[in-house]
């Protein structure tokens, strides 16, 4: 999970083994490619600053997702599971388009979670510490120019106690309307995949879209990512995406990105 603290972005998120992933906000300027240990702290909290990672020139996207955006096992074997050294917050979707897009990133993603109705990313969305209700962030102190939603996988996972279609897109537009009170010109995506999307995900996602851009909301779009191919990519720890197939879900994040808001 990541959020805002004193203006200034702290990137975390907590996976559903109890190690927290916590990485600097992806900048432009930065030289080099970052030591990947600075990506997988397990058991503790560590607060890590670049000298760009606050520079008001650079956009920004956040993310907010579940363990596919955490980068859940990428870098492991389906049947490894999600070891600490074996996910990578700087290889996931998210961070490798911000990176191509010369963006800075912030990634609000926790293992297990859902939209809606319990467990859920809404309740934990504007914490400044994973674990506490309290304090509050302060999330008018950094500002996305593109949020990407992609919550789902673990709604429409469990066939015998699904979502009820109100109360789940209900709860969408509303989460939506939470964002837009501190981001209110950024666009958004509503995302799905990529491991699997539910015939209901994808129906009631676009359902959500389009009522809210009927409602005068047109900075907003759904974005299917499509599924992964298990057969010619490969799969990660748990049936997770792996490298190559979050590689292909940046390179279609970038594009729409590119299309949406003109960033190059």
Known sequence: MSSTIAGAPLWFAYAATLALIIAPPVCAQAGGEPDKNLVREQYEWSNIWWDCAND????RVLLIGDSISC???????????????????YMTYGAIAARKLGAEVQIVAWSGRKLY??????EVYDRTLAMDANPKADLSGWVPGVVVIDLGTNDFGNNKNPPQEKGWIDAYKAFIRTIRQTAPAAYVFVASGPMGTAANWDKWAKTVVADLREAGDKRIAYLPFATQDINGDGIGGHWHPNLKTHAKMA???????EKAVGWR
């Open 117 to 122: 109705p319990d467990n859920t990313m809404v």
């Open 71 to 89: 980068g859940y096992g990428n870098e492991a074997t389906r049947d490894e599971g999600n070891p600490p050294d074996k996910q990578n917050g």
């Open 56 to 59: 008001p020139k650079l956009p």
């Open 251 to 257: 390179e279609r994040l970038k594009s729409e990105i």
